[in-house]
């Protein structure tokens, strides 16, 4: 693809046709390094997510989020759940400048309650904050709230089976709920159609996406995605380990990537990774695109088109919904392993979700 050729914002209503060429001979323009945070030389924790907007860039860590300004990096405010409390769980997105962090007492071993706040990203002052019941919520441990999904003013969860005294499943299977982000109200709840599945995590809200997994030792984990007025599931496929880690959502098309088994080699760029496109709607699969820029793949919705960063944070692909064909790439400089993003505009902010790799925020101009 001739990448000189494309238009001035990558994000124009009819790109150009990609003009493939070998990858051989192929060198992606490399996005332009805007600043970079200072590198953290203790460890604090896995980043548990990143916004962006025109106002602030902002890092959520366990203790507290982080706002930088969006074109030198320079820091702007600072915000600490209360008490003891910690973060567990952030949005996905910023809906109305607004960023909404899931936060408890992870030492009160009575307290039944957890917090969700809601920071203005352009002040860092508090929009609203409100209790709910932990029970309502799943499983909260110290670390994660990984049946819980936060995004598009909504709140996705999905409880396991609650045990008896003889410590058996009930015979109901388990509902999952979509409650309003700033009430707790339930807005629709329904229940998977099977007793399939064990662990449940909760990958996205709007619509709500599960990975669900059984115990069974040659069971493959399922994608569930549900919706007030029905639900479908698609399968692993063989030479496949797992689902990523996100999904993304533009119109009526969804896409996840599947991470290949283990690669022969000692190289895991040496992997075959694959991103998978369905209508939201019906599950039917409408395409794929194979890629060999490492294991997992984190697509973001960015202006109608997905933005499909590689694990390592040095390469993001733009691909049109409609067919999955390529739009642009960019080399990102740097490394940051199981990298995600956040884009606004024609800026794209990476950071690292692995706790012993790289420690800082990295933030690109795409062109």
């Known amino acids: 693809m001739h990448q000189d050729r494309a238009p001035e914002s990558v994000w124009a209503a009819a790109p150009e046709p990609a003009k493939r060429r070998l990858r051989l001979f192929r060198r992606d323009p490399e996005a332009q390094t805007l600043w970079q945070s200072e590198f953290e030389q203790q460890d604090l924790g896995e980043p548990l997510g990143v916004w962006a907007t025109d ?4 890092l959520v860590r366990f203790d507290r989020v982080t706002a930088y300004a969006p074109a030198t990096g320079e820091p702007r405010w600072t915000w600490q759940p209360p008490g003891q409390d910690v973060i567990v769980r952030v949005a996905e997105d910023t809906a109305d400048g607004l960023g909404v962090v899931l936060h408890y007492d992870d030492g009160g071993r009575v307290d039944e309650k957890v917090r969700l706040t809601a920071l203005d990203l352009g002040s860092g002052d508090v929009a609203w904050s409100r209790e709910q019941p932990k029970d309502q919520l799943g499983d909260i441990g110290a670390d994660r709230a990984r049946h819980v999904s936060i995004g598009g003013g909504r709140i996705a969860t999905a409880p396991v089976w609650i ?12 509902v999952v709920r979509s409650l309003d982000a700033r009430t ?37 984990p399922r ?18 380990q797992d689902f990523g880690p996100a999904v993304a959502v533009v119109g009526d098309t969804i896409a996840v990537g599947l991470e290949p088994d283990d690669p022969a080699g000692d190289s895991e760029k040496s992997a075959d990774t694959l991103l998978r496109a369905y209508s939201v709607r019906t599950g039917e699969q409408l395409w794929e695109w194979r890629v060999d820029h490492g294991r997992t793949l984190h697509p973001l919705a960015h202006r109608g088109y997905f933005m499909v960063g590689n694990g390592y944070g040095s390469r993001v692909t733009v691909l049109d919904p409609a067919d999955g064909r390529v739009v642009a790439e960019r080399r990102l400089p740097g490394f ?32």
């Open 55 to 58: 106002e602030v860039v902002a």
């Open 163 to 174: 045990a008896n005294s003889q410590g058996r499943k009930g015979k109901e299977p388990p």
């Open 184 to 220: 707790g109200s339930v807005q629709w709840e329904r229940s998977l159609p099977d007793h399939w599945g064990d662990w449940f995590s909760a990958l996205a809200a709007d619509p709500p996406v599960l990975s669900v997994r059984n115990r069974g030792k040659r069971s493959r």
């Open 223 to 240: 994608l569930y995605v549900v919706r007030e007025d029905g639900q479908w599931h698609i399968e692993l496929p063989d030479g496949y």
């Open 336 to 367: 940051s392993y199981r990298a995600r993003y956040a884009a606004w505009g024609d800026r794209l902010a990476v950071v690292c979700h692995a706790v012993s790799e790289t420690r800082r925020l990295r933030v690109f101009r795409w062109k």
